[in-house]
């Protein structure tokens, strides 16, 4: 069956670096894009990028400019987030989430779905001093 | 920015139907995707594409988008649907990704 395991549990001092993975089974790794989602103690979700598994590319939010890499290793289906500079308010239950990809035959070109059929199980990050 | 807003809590009792509203500028215009989140748990999709549901998902879930709302309604309401439910659409911003603000549904 599908499955989406993440790393567990990290503590850091503000100003440090992180890095989480995502291990996926039980599907075709470079047929969905993987992406990263968060979410504060008692808040909302909260989008942060996304990798193209099949060919790298990746997109982040603004909201993280700078400070966010999303990567991807086929060969152990396996995406990795990593966000640096930490600060308490970077507090939060990390993601990651998988969206289908499809062959777009007019532009010629794979699109995603734009939604999440599939969830990691989640990776607390406390950032305090 | 776009922005999806939803209300903070629905009170339902069992048996009776639950809908969920998520607003959003000409968010009939967009595909509409439902997130059930239980406490301590990741989210779990239910609804996509507007009204379109995964397999293993009850049709008591359903959903529907026209103007500026999207609505999920939940019939026959169980006790085990207590949840926070979230909205969630592509958008051509610079954020496309955009998730509502989340609503609590509370079975009586």
């Known amino acids: 069956q599908v499955q989406l395991v993440q790393s567990g549990a990290e503590v850091k001092k503000p100003g440090a670096s992180v890095k989480l993975s995502c291990k996926a089974s039980g599907y075709t790794f470079t047929s969905y894009a993987i992406h990263w989602v968060r979410q504060a103690p008692g808040q909302w979700l909260e989008w942060m990028g996304y990798i193209n598994t099949d060919n790298g590319n990746t997109k982040n939010s603004q909201k993280f400019q700078g400070r966010l890499t999303i990567t991807g290793d086929k060969s152990a289906s396996t995406a990795y987030m990593e966000l640096s500079s930490l600060r308490s308010e970077d507090t939060a239950v990390y993601y990651c989430?998988?969206?289908?990809?499809?062959?777009?035959?007019?532009?010629?070109?794979?699109?995603?779905?734009?939604?999440?059929?599939?969830w990691g199980q989640g990776t607390l990050v406390t950032v305090s001093s | 920015s776009y922005v999806l807003t939803q209300p903070p809590s629905v009170s339902v009792a069992p048996g009776q139907t639950a809908r969920i509203t998520c607003g959003g500028s000409d968010i009939g215009s967009k595909n509409v995707h439902w997130y059930q989140q239980k406490p301590g748990q990741a989210p779990m999709l239910v609804v996509y594409?507007?009204?379109d549901r995964p397999s293993g998902i009850p049709e008591r879930f359903s959903g529907s988008n026209s103007g500026n709302t999207a609505t999920l309604t939940i019939s026959r309401v169980e006790a085990g649907d207590e949840a926070d439910y979230y909205c969630q659409v592509w958008d051509s911003g610079s954020d496309p990704y955009v998730f509502g603000t989340g609503t609590k549904v509370t079975v009586l």
């Open positions: 989430a998988r969206d289908p990809t499809y062959y777009d035959f007019r532009s010629d070109v794979y699109r995603t779905k734009d939604y999440f059929d599939s």
């Open positions: 594409d507007d009204s």
